[in-house]
Nanobody, 120 residues
Framework: QVQLVESGGGSVQPGGSLRLSCAAS????????MKWYRQVPGKERDVVAA????????NYADSVKGRFTISRDNAKNTVYLQMNSLKPEDTAVYYC?????????????WGQGTQVTVSS
């Protein structure tokens, strides 16, 4: 059974930090590109950060560049999102995503989400 379980969300003051974790199971984690998305009520789910299967390349939304860092530990089947210098506009539900294209077939898995609230 495929599972992506996020943790580490919570409430923090502006300027603070949080580290999200996403533990994967039920699939070959090291073969998947991993991404973090976020969503606020009434808006689309937007990609925040992505990391290649071996972790050699990362990419970030302009709004989080220089503040967020995505990383992964393939030995632990876990992807992380270190969030620093948090702003109120970072408030959202954060979702972990796994994607792979294999023989022209797409495999996509989602976590259940974890709430991040940045407020004074």
């Amino acid at each position: 059974q495929v599972q992506l379980v996020e943790s580490g969300g919570g409430s923090v003051q502006p300027g603070g930090s949080l580290r999200l974790s996403c533990a994967a199971s039920g699939f070959t984690f090291s073969s998947y590109v991993m991404k973090w998305y976020r969503q606020v009520p009434g808006k689309e789910r937007d990609v925040v950060a992505a990391i290649t299967s071996a972790g050699g390349s990362t990419n970030y939304a302009d709004s989080v560049k220089g503040r967020f860092t995505i990383s992964r530990d393939n030995a632990k089947n876990t992807v992380y999102l270190q969030m620093n210098s948090l702003k109120p506009e970072d408030t959202a539900v954060y979702y972990c995503n796994a994607e792979r294209v294999f023989f022209s077939r797409s495999y996509v898995y989602w976590g259940q989400g974890t709430q991040v609230t940045v407020s004074s």
